[in-house]
């Protein structure tokens, strides 16, 4: 616990992502854990290397707390629509993998019900209020979980995924700029994917 000071208070990915759920509390947990046992002094936003399993709201928590992004290409993303997240080290090559024991329904009993009423025909504004106020209680209650009731939390071996960088050529077809290891072959000609089908 001595070096949570370093971690973002769970506002900040509030307000990146735009509300409270869920899935950023889940995230936000997610990196707060790995973050707590992998970090090393040198702390930069280049530090770690994120694989996460999924594409939902955890994400973005993801991003905030530990830096890591697509744009910058640490943050990768294997679709298996899992609650899965490896977080891994590059100055020391540790590597935590994190799997969510429980389903949303699982920590609030009431969840499924809500959310259906709420998404029925015949909803009304108090059952839109009410999904509502059950996403921010169970965020919270997520928040609040042991380490080790919220994930099974294991260390991994993994190569450290390397930073590729890639020049960019001219499509033969479109003219624009395309990176090199996304560019293809069509008779001959060096075009982007797009450009490839038509
Ligand atoms: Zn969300
Ligand atoms: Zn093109």
């Not at 000071?5 to 990915?13: A, D, M």
């Not at 590597?95 to 699982?106: F, Q």
């Not at 077809?173 to 000609?189: P, Q, S, T």
Request: glycine fraction near 6%; charged fraction near 30%.
């Amino acid at each position: 616990m001595e070096k949570s000071g370093f971690i973002l208070p769970f506002s900040e990915v509030t307000r990146f992502h735009g509300h409270v759920c869920p899935g950023t509390a889940i995230g936000y947990r997610a990196a707060e854990i790995a973050l707590k046992k992998l970090r090393s002094p040198r702390a930069s936003d280049e530090e770690f290397v994120a694989i996460v399993e999924n594409d939902s709201c955890s994400v973005d928590a993801i991003q905030v707390v530990t830096g890591c992004t697509m744009g910058k290409g640490n943050l990768i993303l294997k679709d298996y629509g899992k609650h899965v997240y490896i977080l891994v080290n590059r100055d020391s090559g540790e590597a935590l993998r994190l799997s969510l024991n429980k389903s949303i329904e699982e920590i609030n009993l009431d969840f499924a019900k809500v959310r259906d009423k709420a998404f029925s025909e015949s909803a009304s504004p108090e059952d839109k209020l009410e999904f509502e106020k059950q996403k921010n209680q169970i965020a919270q209650k997520i928040l609040e979980m042991s380490d080790e009731e919220l994930f099974k939390i294991e260390p991994v071996q993994m190569d450290i995924p390397k930073v590729r960088i890639f020049s960019s050529i001219k499509c033969a077809k479109c003219g624009e700029m395309v990176a090199e290891n996304r560019a293809r072959i069509k008779n001959g000609d060096v075009v982007c994917i797009p450009c490839l089908d038509n």
